[in-house]
Nanobody, 111 residues
Framework: QVQLVESGGGLVQPGGSLRLSCAAS????????MGWYRQAPGKQRELVAG???????NYADLVKGRFTISRDNAKNTVYLQMNHLRPEDPAVYYC?????WGQGTQVTLSS
């Protein structure tokens, strides 16, 4: 059974940074594409970034140059470093692999 546990969300000032983590279990982590998605209230869930088993990455246009996805296969963990956070970034951020989703972690900007 695949389990994904996200952490690292929180309240941050505009322009600030956060690093999200997603710990995976129940899969041979190093073999799988991992993804980060986000969903803001009233909006559809959207892909933020993905990373292949070989470490190739892709990003949504809105986050290119600000967010970095990475993985540590020894720790079965994928990360999302988010810098220069903007008003459009607050959402619940979800980790994804195959057909499984984590519970999400909330990212909020302070006013």
């Amino acid at each position: 059974q695949v389990q994904l546990v996200e952490s690292g969300g929180g309240l941050v000032q505009p322009g600030g940074s956060l690093r999200l983590s997603c710990a995976a279990s129940g899969i041979v982590f190093r073999l799988y594409v991992m993804g980060w998605y986000r969903q803001a209230p009233g909006k559809q869930r959207e892909l933020v970034a993905g990373i292949t088993s070989a470490g190739m990455t892709n990003y949504a246009d809105l986050v290119k140059g600000r967010f970095t996805i990475s993985r540590d296969n020894a720790k079965n963990t994928v990360y999302l470093q988010m810098n220069h956070l903007r008003p459009e970034d607050p959402a619940v951020y979800y980790c994804h692999v195959v057909l499984s989703w984590g519970q999400g972690t909330q990212v909020t900007l302070s006013s």
